[in-house]
């Protein structure tokens, strides 16, 4: 999920986060590579603009989803 927090970001803020939650990191230069990909992909999009993860020979590509496309990849809750 991406929220609009009204500061600009870094990867390295995002990965302070990961750190700070505990969770494992298996290469901290691929994990702060896709996180730097993600943050910058994020620049194509407008507020309010639903978003999917494709894979691509470069790792992942962020798509904007129609709205027929909406729900339809939601997580199990």
């Known amino acids: 999920m991406v929220v609009f927090v009204g500061t600009e970001i870094s990867e390295n803020d995002v990965f302070a986060k990961i750190l700070d939650s505990g969770q494992k990191i298996k290469s901290v230069e691929l994990l702060l590579r896709n996180?730097?990909?993600?943050?910058?992909?994020?620049?194509?999009?407008?507020?309010?603009?639903?978003?999917g993860v494709k894979p691509s020979t470069d790792g992942f590509e962020l798509i904007k989803l129609d709205k027929s496309d909406r729900g339809k990849n939601k997580l199990p809750q």
Not at 37 to 45: A, I, K, P, S
């Open 35 to 51: 996180l730097e990909d993600y943050l910058h992909q994020t620049n194509n999009f407008k507020l309010g603009d639903m978003i």
